[in-house]
Every structure is written in C-alpha cells, then in structure tokens.
C-alpha cells in the first residue's frame, strides 16, 4: 500500500509512501504550509489517496 498525501490547494504531492501517516504529521514535517504553492496546510484540506501498490505499475 502506497499512501499519498497531495495539497488540496494545488494538487503537490506533499507525501508519499509507505508509512501511514496523520496529515497533522505531515504537516508538521513539511513546515505547515505546501511546499509546492507556499499555501498553509489545513489538515481538513487534504486530499487522502491509499494505492494499492499492486496496481501502480
Ligand atoms: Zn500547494
């Protein structure tokens, strides 16, 4: 299982990989706001994917 966390604002892929994480964990980890268009990270904001890693090729 491949756990994706992406900006709800600009789609950035904030997190990716195996580990399961809470978006607040992430957010703290990439310093509150995306790294991709600098918005602040509302955890409620975020758009959660879990892949299975079987179907990405
Ligand atoms: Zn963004």
Redo the contacts with the bound molecule.
């Keep these: 299982m491949t756990l994706e966390v992406l ?6 892929v ?1 997190y990716s990989g195996y580990d399961l994480r809470s978006p607040k964990e992430v957010v703290r980890a990439s310093g509150g706001k ?6 602040p ?1 509302i955890p409620s904001d975020f758009t959660l994917e879990v892949l299975k890693a079987e179907e990405t090729v």
């Design positions: 900006c709800g604002g600009c789609g950035k904030l995306c790294t991709g268009c600098g918005k990270i």
